[in-house]
């Protein structure tokens, strides 16, 4: 299981501060979303990668639109030299296809992953849009981005085994919503533990405010990959 760290600070100043901090573990993936995206873009993904090349970059800007638009934003990112990024899996298995049919001709293509449903959803406010309950449509999402070729899904850690078993356990799954030792949720409706993501087989964990809110964020990122590296004990 990886690490990945949402970028999601106020300023570029304090997200690269973070990193700064942080910086001497190898490998680890960020999470460059809407707000840190919209305000600092490219120049802060070759930022990123100045302070630690190993570090990975995960592009949160979950494409919603037409294929062929979808599929142009694809190569855009691409080319921005990101390792991952994401797409909805409401936008319709068409438009998945025509991304992954856009991207197939590149020699290191980032990964794609579909969200299924937000993990700020409750079941309510999930029926109220998609008049299906929660499990049966981020299944039923999980196995259309599967059906079109995409690498993984974004999806609720409780979400992981299960969408792991209709698709294959090589389907790559990241889940938000994670609160490593049980810190406090947010705005998160259904979080997880390392525990939890641990037994649902996750591939990679999305961590925010327990680290950038954490008082000591340095020692945070030791201590969870500490925890991911040690088998579950039950
Ligand atoms: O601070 P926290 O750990 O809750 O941050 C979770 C991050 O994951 C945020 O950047 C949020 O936008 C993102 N995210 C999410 N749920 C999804 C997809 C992305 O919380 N389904």
Redesign the pocket.
């Known amino acids: 299981m990886k690490l990945c760290i949402?970028l999601?600070l106020p300023t570029k100043k304090q997200n690269l501060a973070l990193l700064e901090q942080i910086k001497e573990h190898n490998n680890l993936w960020i999470?460059v979303?809407f707000r840190s995206y919209i305000r600092d873009g490219k120049e802060l993904i070759e930022q990123i990668k100045s302070i630690n090349p190993s570090f990975k970059i995960f592009l949160?800007l979950?494409l919603y639109d037409i294929p062929n638009t979808m599929a142009d934003a694809s190569e855009e990112i691409a080319t921005l030299g990101v390792d991952m990024f994401n797409v909805h899996a409401s936008s319709g298995k068409r438009a998945m296809q025509s991304v992954m049919e856009r991207l197939k001709s590149l020699k290191n293509r980032p990964l794609v992953l579909a969200?299924t449903?937000?993990?700020?959803f409750n079941n309510e406010e999930f029926q109220e849009v998609y008049s299906t309950p929660i499990e049966t449509k981020a299944t039923q999402f999980a196995k259309d981005a599967y059906e079109s070729g995409l690498d993984g899904v974004?999806c609720s850690a409780f979400e992981s085994l299960g969408i792991k078993n209709s698709t294959s356990k090589n389907f790559v799954t990241l889940t938000?919503?994670?609160r490593p030792f049980g810190e406090d949720a947010?705005?998160?409706q259904r979080v997880a533990t390392i525990d939890v993501a641990k037994q649902e087989l996750v591939d990679f964990i999305?961590?925010?405010?327990?680290i950038y809110k954490s008082s000591e964020p340095a020692k945070k990122v030791a201590t969870i990959l500490e925890e991911l590296s040690t088998r579950i004990m039950h």
């Open positions: 949402a999601d999470k979303g949160d979950k969200v449903a937000l993990t700020s974004v938000p919503g994670i947010g705005d998160q999305v961590v925010g405010r327990p």
